[in-house]
């Protein structure tokens, strides 16, 4: 790229122009873009970056969180299907991506988050707020190096140019762990010191809460690698557990990013009807648990009686990588109930702090309980965080198990449950049984963090999802193992390519959707 190529993309990336709809600032204009005038205020520069780089955890911009969330980890987490016939042989859910899908996490999220930080760097040398945009950074690029594999993390420049040397996925997780433990002794050290809630759309610049955050958060990513380095997994979750302030223990320290509106919202509801619908997945599981919380999730289905004649409405979700024959006949499938009147996006839960470390005492770690009531923490937990009752007869259910799905429309039926497992906890049918208990009933009480959902099915083979009836992956992806990673986007290859090159050679196998990352090492 020549200089005037290179100033054009930075200025485009400063201003995080991302739009495919000429309808999008009437969803999600960036308040936070600002001029070089505004600019010299420090406190506002401060402010502005930091919330700008929260708003790449869970992205706020509505066609880059539909492209990262809803058809990436909401299909590939079994939360979301697509509903858009549009989409239909070139989505993720069919293992056919278009190229502007693939690129949309690596290009548009990376870039951003380090541009802010470097303008926090630049403006502030206080330590709180620089320790935050460390957790924040960690939150959002996790999720990246998850879904690509190696990724540019320790050499990209303040400028946020992709064009730098990849490090290793396991020097990413070595980095970003060094990364947490900085902020979190920095933020113990200050822990009375909260700062500007204008800063701060998670907890309003609540110093003790971004360190409850940033212990479990490194709970999570020790628990990502126990099957590539287990002893690093060990020492990281116990430290996460065992510090002095600790991990998320009660749902009023949930992370989540405050938003005028839900870009789920636009997704589900306005774009062209709606272009995706709940999974099929999903309701199948809760369905066949009877699962209380149901109605806080999904609203019911909407079909006619001259639809489905055997079947009254209920909770139906629409099966991943079907041929989408009418977007008309897919809208009437169960939808995601969003909250207009609080819209926020979830970052983690308590619920997903007690299951960890059920799964952490379950392999003999020190998580200061044990995993039987740790796991029945996770569920209480969940059920008070979405207002259900019921969590007691839930928890001690020992018949309930997923439902086979049957497709009101009797076109994409599945013929048998996809899972066995029940819900009450049993001593006696050893580990593996156990490690699926607790990852499916994290699953559930994730909804809707498809791509956690989506990295925890890839470490541990749970919950059991349905193979897509429709692969289009020409032999690629294996319809029982399903996607393990995305391929690098073509404008690496074009632009960064002797580094790009070291990273493929170092995967271990092709640069495609069937080769696994490094944390991603348990036999299947």
Sequence with gaps: MNKSNIILLLFALVLGV???TSKFEDYNTDP????????QYDAYSLRSALVAMQGYVIPVDVNLCQF???????SFGGYLSDSNSGFVGKNYATYNPEEHWIQAPFNDIIPRIYINQAQIRYVTNDPVPLAVADIVKVAS???ITDIYGHIPYSKIGEDGKLEAEYDLQKDVYAKMFEE???AIAALTALQTSDFNPLADRVYNGKVLSWIHFANSLKLRLAMRIVYADKALAKQKAEEAVNHEIGTIVDNGDNAYYRVNKSPFQVVMYEYNGGDSRVSADITAYMNGYNDPRRDKYFTMSTFEETDRPEFPNGYYGLRNGIQIASSAIAH???????DEADPRLLWMNAAESAFLKAEGALRGWNMGGTAQDFYEEGIRLSFDQWGAKGANTYTNDTESIPEAYKDPLGENNSSETPSLITIKWDEAVGFEANLERIITQKWIANFPLGHEAWA????????????????LSNGIVDDEMMARRLPYPLREYKENSDNLQNAVDALGGPDNMATRVWWDSKEK
Excluded at 462 to 469: D, E, G, I, K, T
């Design 18 to 20: 991302v739009s495919c």
């Design 32 to 39: 936070y873009d600002v001029t070089s005038e505004q600019l």
């Design 68 to 74: 990262t969330d809803c058809l990436l980890g909401g």
């Design 141 to 143: 690029i996790h999720r």
């Design 180 to 182: 947490l433990d900085g």
């Design 332 to 338: 009437k499938y169960s939808n995601m109930i969003i």
């Design 456 to 471: 925890e099915f890839r470490r541990t083979g749970y919950p059991n999802l349905m193979a897509v009836p429709h692969n």
